[in-house]
Every structure is written in C-alpha cells, then in structure tokens.
C-alpha cells in the first residue's frame, strides 16, 4: 500500500514536541535497560559483562517474528548500535510459534531473546513468568507514546511484559461500486448494516454484505468487544470470570444469528484462495478487520485497485463512535535470554524510537505509537488503491475510539483453538449463537479449573 512506500516524518510543532518527549524517554528506557540492577548479558566468549555495556559489547541476538521485510527495521537498529547483531527467525505465526517458544523456553535453550506474541496470546506468557517484566529496563517511561489500548495489552499482572508493536483499530472496508450500484451509503448503524444486507442480498442472490470465518475466534472477540462486551476478566493471578453472556456478547449474538439464518451474511474460511476470489468479484461488498487490511487487499485483489473505501464500523447506539481491535502484537523478552538488558534495549528501539516505528510503519503494521498517529504526515496520506482516500485519518479515530476494559484470558489461545468446536459450528450451520457462545464459555470454564484457576461463570 503507499503508506508502504512514504517516510511518515512529523512535521508540525505538536507532533515534533510528541517525538521528542518520545525520543528523550526512550532514551531513558535505554539508559535504564544498560544499568539495571542485578541485570547481566553474556558475551560470545561466555562471560559475563556488566549491564551497562549491554549495547556496547559485541552481542548477538535472535529475534522471532513473523513480519515480512522486518529485516529493513532491524538493519537500521544495527547501524545505530553496530555491535549488536541481531538473528531474524520466523518460527511461525500464531499458535505454532507459541508452542515452539514454551518449548524451547522449557528445555532452557534453543529459543530467542526477542519474541513477537499477539496481544491475544501475551498474559499466558506473562502469568507464567516466560517472558520478562520489563518494568526494570524502563518501560514505564514509555507509556504515553502508546495508544492506550495498547499499552493495556502490555501491562499485565502489575508488570510490563512487552512492547506494543503495531494494533489494529476496527474499520469498515467497503465496496464503493457496489454501494453506488445498489443507491447506498455505507452503514452508521448495525440496524442499517442489517437491512443493508437485505438490500444487498435482494439485488443478487449470490452476493452478500460481508462474512463470517467459522474458525476466527479473534474476529467474534473483536464484535463482541466492540459492541461493549467483556466477558474475559482476570483478578491477581488465579481468578478468572467468563461471561459469554453479558450484554456485548448478547448484541453480537442476536444480531449474526438473525443474519445467518436469513443467509445475509456468508458463513466461509477467509484468506483461502476462494474467498480472496469473491472478494475480488464483488460477492462480499465489504471486509470489516484491522487497519492492517490495506495492504493485504492492495497486493493479493490489485485489480479492484479505485473500489474500496474506509469507513468507521457501524455503532449499536448512533454517533456512539465505539471501536474495538482486531489483532496487534507486542515484542517480549524471552525469560530464558541470557541478553536481558540488550534485548530489553532493542525491543524498546524497535517499537518506541521515531525511526524504529516509522519504519514498521512503512512494512505494513499499523502504528501503536501516539506520535505517528497524530503526525500530520500519517493523517494527510493519500491511498491510490482507496481513489486518493486519506485513510489512515479514519484508522487513526478508530484507534482512539477503542472501548477501555477489555482483556483477554491467560489461556486464550487455548480458548481460541476450541471456538471452531462451538460457535464455529453454529456459525457454519447458521444456529443460534447465544447457545453456542454458552457451551463456549463451558468448555473454557472448564479448562480453567483444569489448570488451576478458580473460575467463576457470568
């Protein structure tokens, strides 16, 4: 996409005095990174140095992440600090990542200092002390250069377990030639989204408003959230409460149920060959996902470069302006790293420094940083594949609209690798879904207590 292609560099006075409190606490959370106490990192030979040299004693580390051209970033972290070396490894994305990680984290070798792990995923690893509070090394300082959602995901359990990496604020992607075609306007409301469905579904048979993944519990997380729902609650370190059933829940479930047995909504995997080729078609005249969208669309549907436009989601109350996120991943320091402080210290230059974030920003991952979102550069950008939209305004409202308290369970990829089992079947069959999100939240209760904690059911 072309905010791929831009340098985002802050031009007026209030995003320059933004990037500057940014640089002088990131330096801070540097300083803090190479004088902690009690903090050593190891050098090649197998001694031990000081903390304080960590970023100036040859050091080698390895970072896994799944985030294509990332190198980019980090070669520009390398020629700051040259005596750092640092190993990109993609060890899978997702689920197959984790497991390799708690693996390696287990065995006490064979894992990376540096690892990227999805908001979703994190308290797991921060609740079982596999990744490392990074209050220490100075993370506090750099709170307010992050989103506040993002910051949320990271601070966990009175600590700090990661750094924000990039979010993915919830936004309406729709077909502009369709909507023009059929004489609507994109949906303010759900109530609109709905009987635009109809409308949609009316004109052609084969064609829909949108769909819905059977096996994305993610995306159903993102609705339910976004309609106010919190139904993942964690108090200190053994107490969790489900409640699949509160009123967020119940909006989402309502209302998808009625769309997907009156067959407005289509019930299919996404990001399958097929379903990429109905998005190209005009089937689904519209995507809602995370900001990170554009550049899936730009390269894998190019042809329908002009057609699509963004939008805010649609509100359950109208003018509310709620908004939720849909993905987004922090960078952790593995706890068996024996380069604590250097790892502390690139992660943080990796997702808090100007350049660092920018250049993220300019592979793809859309920005967790205040300082790019409210740059002037960021917001003025023009989309060539969204017919010159200025986008990334709509995707920074979104950001800064995202509903406070939501939280995630410690065992949630757990959760989410049963979901299709439930509510995935119900989707797929269009069955009631309240039903559905109720045996849920019995099979996640019950695997909690199964691991210890005390559940309580809402």
């Known amino acids: 996409m072309e905010t791929s292609r831009r340098s985002l560099r ?32 190891a050098n090649p030979a197998g001694g031990q140095t000081s903390a304080a040299d960590a970023l100036s004693t040859p050091t080698t580390l390895t970072f896994w992440t799944w985030v294509p051209s990332i190198q980019t970033t980090v070669d520009a972290f390398e020629k700051k600090y040259p005596n750092i070396k640092v190993n990109v490894v993609n060890a899978g994305q997702s689920a197959a990542e984790y497991t390799k990680l708690q693996t390696a984290i287990k065995a ?10 999805e908001y979703f ?77 109809a409308k949609i579904h009316a004109a052609d048979p084969t064609h829909y408003i949108t769909s819905i993944d059977p096996g994305d519990a993610g995306g159903v997380d993102s609705l339910i959230w976004q309609a ?12 969790v409460t489900v409640n699949l059933k509160d009123t967020g829940s119940a909006k989402f479930a309502t209302l998808w149920t009625s769309l997907l047995s009156k067959k407005l909504v ?41 057609e699509w436009a963004a939008a805010p989601v649609p509100q359950w109350t109208a003018g509310a302006g709620a908004s939720a996120e849909n993905g987004g991943s922090s960078d952790a320091v593995v706890s ?18 100007t350049e660092g974030a920018a250049s993220l920003n300019s592979i793809g991952l859309f920005p967790a940083t205040t300082a790019l979102l409210d740059s002037p550069t960021f917001l003025d950008q023009t989309f060539p594949f969204f017919n010159g939209q200025k986008a990334n305004q709509v995707f920074a409202a979104s950001s800064k609209a995202v509903t406070a308290g939501w939280q995630y369970l410690p065992y949630q990829v757990y959760a989410n690798s049963i979901f299709k089992d439930s509510v995935g079947q119900a989707i797929a069959n269009g069955s009631d879904l309240t039903s559905a999100l109720g045996t849920w939240q019995s099979a996640i209760s019950q695997y909690g207590t199964q691991q210890g904690f005390t559940v309580a059911n809402g």
């Open 10 to 41: 802050p031009t007026a006075r209030t995003a320059t005095r933004t990037a500057l409190a940014l640089s002088a606490a990131l330096a801070l959370s540097l300083t803090a990174a190479c004088s902690s106490s009690g903090s050593k990192a």
């Open 108 to 117: 006490g070798s064979g894992g990376p200092d540096v690892a990227q792990i």
């Open 121 to 197: 995923a994190l308290p797991q690893f921060a609740l079982s002390k596999q990744v490392v509070d990074l209050t220490a090394y100075g993370a506090a300082s750099l709170k307010s250069g992050y989103t506040p959602s993002a910051w949320n995901q990271v601070a966990l359990q009175g600590g700090i377990y990661g750094y924000p990496q990039d979010t993915g604020p919830l936004t309406m992607f729709y077909r502009t030639d369709i909507f023009k075609k059929l004489g609507l306007t994109p949906p303010t409301t759900w109530d609109e989204f709905a009987t635009d469905a």
């Open 228 to 239: 106010g729902g919190k139904p993942y609650q964690t108090t200190g370190s053994t107490s």
């Open 266 to 306: 289509d019930p299919t995997p996404g990001w399958t060959t097929d379903w990429w080729k109905s998005m190209g078609s005009g089937k689904y005249a519209m995507w809602i996902a995370g900001a990170w969208a554009p550049g899936s669309l730009e390269t894998t549907i190019a042809a329908t470069k002009g």
């Open 336 to 353: 068996t790293s024996t380069h604590k402080a250097a790892a502390a210290a690139f992660a943080a230059w990796l997702n808090s420094s």
